[in-house]
């Protein structure tokens, strides 16, 4: 079965960073797309998008929430897709979680959890004021 881990999520103040990793195995990593959401607590029904990569990293995609402050990339080489976050507040926080998508060339559809296949179990990513 294919598999992704994200890590890299903790604690932080306001105005701080973090990056999270994806460490994907048991698939071929460049077949995928990448994307980020989040679930804030409480919202158990709520998978927010935060970023997307297409598969040789030619086309980012944010939400307007991160534009400016998070940075999606990846390295094929290393099967992994970082997220790098600056200027997090506390409306950052959430359980982050990568997932995966077969996309063809013309997929435009990164926003939309339900196109992809395969998820990661999260990581917890708290802001403090």
């Known amino acids: 079965q294919p598999q992704l881990v994200e890590s890299g999520g903790g604690l932080v103040q306001a105005g701080g960073s973090l990056r999270l990793s994806c460490a994907a195995s048991r698939l071929t990593f460049t077949d995928y797309a990448m994307g980020w959401f989040r679930q804030v607590a409480g919202k158990e029904y709520e998978f927010a998008f935060v970023?997307?990569?297409?598969?040789?990293?030619?086309?980012?995609y944010y939400s307007d929430s991160v534009k400016g402050r998070f940075t999606i990339s990846r390295d094929n080489a290393e099967n992994t897709v970082y997220l790098q976050m600056h200027n997090l507040n506390p409306e950052d926080t959430a359980v982050y979680y990568c997932a995966a998508v077969q996309a063809p060339s013309n997929f435009d559809d990164f926003d939309n959890l339900n196109e992809y296949d395969v998820w990661g179990p999260g990581t917890q990513v708290t802001v403090s004021s």
């Open positions: 970023a997307a990569i297409t598969w040789n990293g030619d086309r980012t």
